[in-house]
């Protein structure tokens, strides 16, 4: 008897795309929610994906999505708009899901806390 095409992948490797897709899917999804400024002191502080922190740049963190995503940040009070790239880990303050450089903070009219949207737009790389 032949196998079908599906058989052939080994059986551990299909559960785990059915386990996983479902968390990737909704990781990209529009997020609302809180956004907070980087704290001077992390100024040239190794990020989590291992490159110094400059609040010069377009850096933010967020909890789930992949380093080296690019996202649209709305400043939902404003209509202020950024991109971002994604090259941290974090905020781990409930309420909030975005912390962003100051320079992106500026770019958005935020001093110090602001109600935000995330979209996902692709990737840095």
């Known amino acids: 008897m032949r196998a079908t095409p599906w ?70 009070r404003t209509g202020a708009r950024t991109t971002v790239v994604i090259s941290d880990r974090g905020p781990f303050t409930p309420g909030r899901i975005i912390d962003l450089s100051p320079r992106s903070a500026r770019e958005l009219g935020i001093r110090d806390v602001g109600r935000v949207e995330i979209r996902p737009i692709g990737r840095a790389d």
């Open 7 to 76: 058989r052939r992948i080994p059986s551990h490797a299909l559960l785990a795309l059915v386990l996983l897709a479902p968390f990737q899917a909704e990781a990209f999804d529009p997020q609302e929610g809180g956004a907070a400024i980087y704290a001077k002191r992390f100024n040239g502080r190794p990020m989590a994906n291992g490159r110094p922190f400059d609040p010069a740049a377009n850096h933010a963190a967020h909890r789930h999505l992949p380093f080296g995503t690019v996202a649209e940040v709305t400043n939902l």
